[in-house]
Structure formats: C-alpha cells, structure tokens
C-alpha cells in the first residue's frame, strides 16, 4: 500500500492534552489566558459605565442621582419614541445600545404612534415622566441629547430628530451652559 501514511495504533490523531493547559481556560496567541466563559479583553463589549448619567451634567452623583438620571433619561427617550413614526422608532431603537433599547420600548404602545404634540406637550410630557419642573427642561432634555448621542452612531440621533417639529428639536439640540 505505497501513498499510504500508515500511524501506529497507539498515537492518536487527536490534539494531546498538554500538561501545563488547564481544562476552562483559553490560551490567547501569546500565551495569556482567559477563562472559557469570559471572552478576551479586546472582544469583549465596551458597555458604558455604570454611572455615567449620574455624573454627567444631568444629575448628580449618588444613588438618588443616578435614579434622577434614569428617569430624565427615560423621559427623553419616552418623549422622543412616542412623537416619531412606528418605522423611524424602531430604527432609532436599533442603534441603541441594550439597557437603553430596554428603557425606550418600555410600556410602548406602537397602535397610537405617533402622538402629535408641540413645543407645550413636550415640556408636559418630559415633567410627568421625569418628576422634574418645567423651568427644568430646557437645561436637562439637551443634556440627555448629549448623552444618548455618545451611545448612538453619527446621524442616527439627528435622523430621529428631523422627524420632530423645529420648536421640540430647539428645546432637545439648544446648547448646554
């Protein structure tokens, strides 16, 4: 049987177990190691920090600012879901990173969308939702903007927002000082 490679019995053609390799780790290319069900640093997900509303400049640090912030957080997203269009919502959400997609759908109802209202509306809506006073809004709806603007790709957010009126994009877009 020339051509043939002929193997002994007693090696195996599958990988030998090595005696330094532990079972539940992966060996990266230069040797580093990480446990199986923990992908390694340079694939895992960057998700964004934790209390990264709290600190910004829409509440303050601590437990009661971080819920602060979640709730204007959902306000504006609430506020900007129910005003736009079942297709441009969906496709906003898209871009949203999982935490916040979670937020924007919740307690949707896409039969009654999209609901027409101005300048007034917003502000009322945006005060219910975010237990805020209406004197509040215009230094805290362009601050969430700024925020779901650094979780979403370029000109998704703007897209979103050329579906509103020009009196809502002025109060969402005006500049924070």
Known sequence: MSGLLSVPATVSL?????????????????????????????????????????????????????????????????????????????????????????????????STAPVKYDREGYVNRFVQEAKVTAEEVPRIAPAVTGVVREHVSPGHLEAALEQLPHDIQALILQPTG
């Not at 602060?68 to 441009?88: E, G, K, N, Y």
């Open 14 to 110: 599958r990988r030998a177990h090595h005696p330094m390799r532990r079972r539940g780790v992966t060996y990266g290319p230069e040797g580093e190691t990480h446990a199986r069900h923990h992908p390694p640093p340079r694939l895992r997900a960057r998700h964004p920090h934790r209390g990264h509303l709290a600190e910004s400049s829409v509440g303050s640090p601590g437990t009661e600012g971080r819920h602060a912030a979640h709730r204007m957080l959902r306000a504006w997203l609430h506020t900007l879901r129910d005003r736009l269009t079942v297709d441009v919502a969906a496709h906003f959400a898209a871009q949203l990173p999982d935490l916040l997609r979670g937020a924007y759908y919740d307690g949707w109802d896409p």
